[in-house]
């Protein structure tokens, strides 16, 4: 593997907390439900009938808990193991930066810095009068898809066809409208029935709009405690503006996204003790957003479990214990997905935000150029922005 500079590896904290850790729970939520919520019907786990029926955690897991193997093999094991969690680490980060930061935060609430610098203070409001297309479709697809899916999982414990059925009529009724909605938001239904569909979409917006209610009210509730749809006042956003004009000699021309992603950049470049306190908080929200997409996907993998062991219950029985391993997993989920915005929010965007003011307004004297004045030729001659410009889809961008 090749090194870094220095010679050292090219890991940091955020390898261990941000992939090592959420992969981990995630194999280990799918083999605590495997192991208290499966049982073979005889309770002997082994049975000859249960192995042919075998779970897939326990099925790997299997050849080394037998016992008998030398050190080497119980050394290869915890390497792949590892290797394991650690590209399972990097896949729930993918999921969880298109589905949470890419989708949820910029289309939906939009990004805390957004809010931190708006010159009109807003309040979090609970009106379903004024929520656009696109948001209002994010919100009835998550929520109506989550209902649909512990809809199903009680359906199949208590073995109720009939709401089985329900859920699953819900949740192609739940693609159906976002479909629609989906493709009216492209213009691809306008361009023939502009005036006919009018009411059609007003009509399934409202629709939406109610089934999304519950949410809309839970997250109204959330907004207010954790105060995260409030503004700096106008007072320090002027001093913001004031300081990114002196170092950038612009302020209006560039986007909000490049506004904050000049000053996390500069205060990295720039000081010495206020960059690595940034870092710690950016790798701390990352981590609980990858740690509560962990827990939603090994959610989703356990509703197929049930729906897969429900097939054939003479062989392989679902105990109550896997419901409170799926239910724990989901109460994870949210605690965890409300920690990462709240940190996002609180923590990372504001002190980005207030360590630049704070560094631009006191600077200290430093062996290396600074990035603002020192290279406002540079900065000027194009609008820098990671990918695809939005605020970080990935911890580290």
């Known amino acids: 593997m090749p090194l870094s500079k220095g010679g050292r590896l090219p890991f940091d904290a955020y390898d261990f907390f941000g992939?090592?850790?959420?992969?981990?729970?995630?194999?280990l939520s799918l083999l605590a439900f495997e192991h208290f919520g499966l049982t073979a019907d005889d309770n002997?786990?082994?049975a000859s009938g249960y192995e042919a029926h075998c779970p897939p955690m326990l099925t790997i897991l299997l050849p080394a808990t037998k016992g008998g193997l030398s050190w080497v093999i119980e050394l290869l094991i915890l390497a792949a193991a590892l290797v394991a969690f650690y590209i399972a680490g990097h896949v729930i980060a993918a999921f969880s930066s298109l589905g949470i930061e890419r989708m949820f935060v910029q289309k939906v609430y939009g990004y805390p810095h957004e809010t931190l610098l708006r010159k009109k203070k807003v309040q979090p409001s609970f009106s379903l009068s004024g929520i656009k297309l696109n948001k209002i479709t994010y919100i009835f697809f998550l929520q109506?898809?989550?209902?649909s899916l512990i809809l199903i999982a009680v359906g199949l414990f208590f073995d109720l066809k009939l709401l089985n059925f329900i859920a699953i009529a819900l949740l192609l009724f739940t693609?159906?409208?976002?479909?629609?909605?989906?493709?009216?938001?492209l213009k691809v239904l306008r361009k023939k029935w502009d005036a006919k569909l009018n009411w059609f979409m007003s009509t399934i917006r409202w629709i939406m709009a109610i089934f999304g209610a519950p949410y809309l009210l839970v997250t109204y509730l959330i907004a207010i405690f954790i105060r995260?749809?409030?503004s700096f006042d106008e007072v320090f956003q002027k001093e913001f503006h004031d300081s990114y004009k002196k170092e950038f000699l612009t302020s209006k021309e560039l986007s909000d996204n490049?506004?904050?992603w000049f000053s996390y950049m500069f205060v990295i470049e720039n000081t010495s003790t206020l960059g690595p306190m940034i870092s710690k908080w950016l790798h701390l929200y990352g981590f609980a957003r990858n740690l509560s997409t962990s827990c939603y996907l090994s959610f989703i993998c356990m509703v197929f479990y049930l729906y897969y062991y429900n097939c054939d219950?003479?062989?392989v029985k679902i105990s109550g214990s896997a419901a409170v391993v799926m239910a724990l997993a989901l109460f994870l989920a949210c605690i965890m997905a409300i920690r990462y915005y709240y940190l996002y929010n609180g923590y990372y965007s504001k002190f980005t935000i207030r360590a630049f003011v704070y560094s631009a307004r006191h600077p200290r004297a430093e062996s290396s150029p600074r990035l603002g004045s020192a290279t406002r030729a540079q900065t000027n001659q194009a609008p820098l922005s990671p990918e695809d410009g939005s605020e970080g889809s990935e911890v580290g961008n």
């Open 144 to 147: 109506c898809t989550n209902i």
């Open 44 to 46: 002997s786990r082994f």
């Open 228 to 230: 995260s749809r409030e």
């Open 19 to 27: 992939y090592l850790i959420p992969g981990f729970f995630f194999f």
């Open 175 to 185: 693609l159906l409208l976002c479909l629609i909605a989906f493709l009216f938001y």
């Open 258 to 260: 490049n506004m904050f």
């Open 313 to 315: 219950p003479q062989v």
